[in-house]
Structures are given as structure tokens and as C-alpha cells.
């Protein structure tokens, strides 16, 4: 069993510190002071580091990390093949997941004892939303969402930045009639006005509400005109209308 502690770090990203035991490892340190601090409140020894990408928003706070805690700096490959990652009592399924960037991975804890899994997604998938596409590649995004959404339904997702009410804003132009989309539109206003974070979701609720997931959809499709597109032909369309939005 293990904690997450959601982290508001730089402009907009979230930072996680997962504890167990004493011990911890910090996903996506934009900046090292509000781990340090959290570090020092639960009297944790930081193991690594794990960046889900190389971009300087979720790397940042590396470099003092290791000077101050001597912890290990895990950054990802661009090889895009899934792989175990044992660290310490932490033992993680790294899922390629490149679009965003060639190096984009998401972190994997499948569920124990009744806890349901995490999956860590920075820039690929977000609370309704999804990543630039750095790579130009819709159907390298494509196939990482549709890795995300095959995990089990009540995994739950945390990921990169809090783009979550301008997400759905966007989404319910596309999706008007999407009653669960508009539910968690109320939802992300109410947050965004308590200034609450807005993670974790869930695949579930991604799977129901998140629009570029949702390319199969009929009611999406008419919308937009490609009633007989592809998967991939909706999803890119959906993300450069995000692009413009
Ligand atoms: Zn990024
Ligand atoms: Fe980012």
C-alpha cells in the first residue's frame, strides 16, 4: 500500500510524491522546494526520480533532488516498449506511450489487495484532454490513449497539468448532449473556484468524457462531419480543433 500526494508546482503541472514506509519516489518534479518540504513533513528517504518526459516542466527540479537527497534520476527512453521498474517497494510497468514527445511514458501500478491501480500520464493524457502532438503524430497519440483507456476502469489516472476546465469547456462544443461530460464540467467549475485540484480521475470517467478518446463515438462523429473517418482521422481532428480553440 502506498500514498500519493498531489504537488501544484510551476504554473499549472502537478508533481507526485508516492510514499510507502519511509519511503518515496516524486514523479515529474517541475521544481524541487515543495517535494523537499513534503519530504521533510512525512520524514520519507527519496529513492528516484521518475519523469514521464524530458520537457523542463517536468524535470526541473531534478538537479537539486539529487544534490540534496543523493536519490537516483529515472528519465525515460524513446524505445516506446513496456517495461517492469523495480524501486524499492514500488514496482511499476512503464507503458510507451510516445506522441506527445518520442520519449513520453506513463507510470503503472497495477491494483493490490482491493486498491485500485494509478497510472501516472504527464503530457499524454490529461483530465479530459490530451498532449500537444510534438511527434505530428495522431496516430502514435492515438495508440497511447487507446493503451490508457484498456486499463482497468477504476484505475486512477493523475496526471501532468491541470488544463481540466479548459479541457471540458472545450470538449462540450463537440459533445452538447454528453451528460457525464457536462456533470464533470460543473464539477471542474466548482474546483477551479475552491482553487481544489482536480486529480485523480479515472479511466472510467476518462473513457466517458474525455472527447479524444472518444473518436468511435456517433453523436461526436455528426458533429464534426466524419460520420465515415477513421479513428485516428476523428481523434486528429479533434486535437487540431483544440489547437484553434
Ligand atoms: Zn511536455
Ligand atoms: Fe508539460
Redesign the pocket.
Known amino acids: 500500500m502506498h500514498t500519493v500526494i498531489t504537488l501544484g508546482t510551476l504554473a499549472d ?1 502537478y508533481t507526485f510524491v508516492l510514499e510507502s514506509q519511509g519511503e518515496a519516489v516524486v514523479i515529474d518534479p517541475g521544481e524541487a522546494s515543495p517535494v523537499l518540504r513534503t519530504l521533510e513533513r512525512l520524514g520519507s528517504r527519496l529513492l528516484a526520480v521518475l519523469c514521464t ?1 524530458a ?1 523542463f ?2 524535470t526541473g527540479g531534478n538537479q537539486e533532488l539529487v544534490r540534496r537527497t543523493d536519490c537516483e534520476v529515472l528519465l525515460p527512453d524513446d524505445s516506446g516498449a513496456d517495461r517492469m521498474l523495480g524501486v524499492g517497494p514500488f514496482e511499476f510497468t512503464v507503458l510507451g506511450t510516445p506522441g506527445h514527445s518520442a520519449d513520453s511514458v506513463c507510470f503503472y501500478l497495477p491494483e493490490v489487495d482491493g486498491q485500485p491501480g494509478d497510472v501516472f500520464t ?2 499524454t493524457m490529461f483530465c479530459g484532454g490530451c ?1 500537444r502532438l510534438f511527434t505530428r503524430s495522431p496516430e502514435a497519440m492515438w495508440a497511447s490513449l487507446c493503451k490508457l483507456a484498456a486499463l482497468p476502469p477504476e484505475t486512477r489516472v493523475f496526471c ?2 491541470d488544463y481540466t476546465l479548459e479541457n471540458y469547456e472545450f470538449a462540450v462544443t463537440l459533445e452538447p448532449e454528453n451528460s457525464a461530460l457536462r456533470a464533470r464540467l460543473a464539477e471542474a467549475r466548482r474546483l477551479a473556484s475552491d482553487g481544489s485540484v482536480t486529480v485523480p480521475s479515472t479511466i472510467a470517467a476518462e473513457c466517458a468524457t474525455n472527447v479524444f478518446l472518444r473518436a468511435a463515438d456517433p453523436n461526436l462523429r455528426r458533429v464534426l462531419g466524419m460520420e465515415s473517418a477513421t479513428d485516428v482521422e476523428v481523434f486528429a481532428e479533434v486535437r487540431r480543433r483544440k489547437d484553434r480553440f
Do not use: P
Request: charged share 20%.
Open positions: 503541472n518526459h520537457h516542466d517536468h504527464g503530457d498532449g501532468g497539468h
